[in-house]
Structure formats: structure tokens, C-alpha cells
């Protein structure tokens, strides 16, 4: 079993910026791949980012992500971090980390990210 505990969102003004964090325990050595989706209100959940134990990494190709979304990763710690940059009001959603390790597929609780125009 892996638990996720997301921390590192709150109310920020377009244009700025947040850091997401999401630290992991429980069955560590089983984690493949880890990342971040979300959900905003009324929508369905959405690829935001993965990166794998290896580092590789993978983003949403939705228009309106690109190039303001970091992944980042410490497989010392156990951790999976998101950058986010010149948030705008519909990058308003409950955040989730996500890992998946032995063909089981973790969540986290989520953060509420708000965005206010």
C-alpha cells in the first residue's frame, strides 16, 4: 500500500506562481511512476504530469498547460513536486498526486489550487 499527501496549494492571483508538493509512504519500493492531475469544478479529472523513476517525464498537451507546468521528482525523499507558473483562473482544480507501482494505481486526497482574475 502507498499513501500520497499532497500539500502546497492555497489562493493565488493570476499570474503567479505555486509549488505543489507530494510526499509518499507505505510500500516505496514499489512506486513506478508518479505525477499530478486534476480536476476542475464540473470537469472530468486531467492528465497535468508524470515522471517516472528514471526521470523521464510527461505533460498534457492541452494548449493552454504548455510550458508553465514543471515535474520534478526526489526518489531519496520520496517526493514529486509541481511547479506552476503564470496560473490563470481555469488552472482552478483540486490537484492529485498520482503514483503507480506493482500494477496498482495510488491517489492522493488532493489540493485545492484557486485562482483568483
Known amino acids: 500500500q502507498v499513501h500520497l499527501v499532497e500539500s502546497g496549494g492555497g489562493l493565488v492571483q493570476a499570474g503567479g506562481s505555486l509549488r505543489l508538493s507530494c510526499g509518499a509512504s507505505?510500500?516505496?519500493?514499489?512506486?513506478?511512476?508518479m505525477g499530478w492531475y486534476r480536476q476542475a469544478p464540473g470537469k472530468q479529472r486531467e492528465l497535468v504530469a508524470l515522471i517516472s523513476s528514471g526521470g523521464g517525464t510527461k505533460y498534457s498537451e492541452a494548449e493552454s498547460m504548455k510550458d508553465r507546468f514543471t515535474i520534478s521528482r526526489d526518489n531519496a525523499k520520496n517526493t514529486v513536486d509541481l511547479q506552476i507558473n503564470s496560473l490563470k483562473p481555469e488552472d482552478t482544480a483540486v490537484y492529485y498526486c498520482?503514483?503507480?507501482?506493482?500494477?496498482?494505481?495510488?491517489w492522493g486526497k488532493g489540493t485545492l489550487v484557486t485562482v483568483s482574475s
Open positions: 498520482y503514483a503507480d507501482g506493482w500494477g496498482r494505481d495510488y
Open positions: 507505505g510500500t516505496i519500493r514499489s512506486i513506478n511512476t
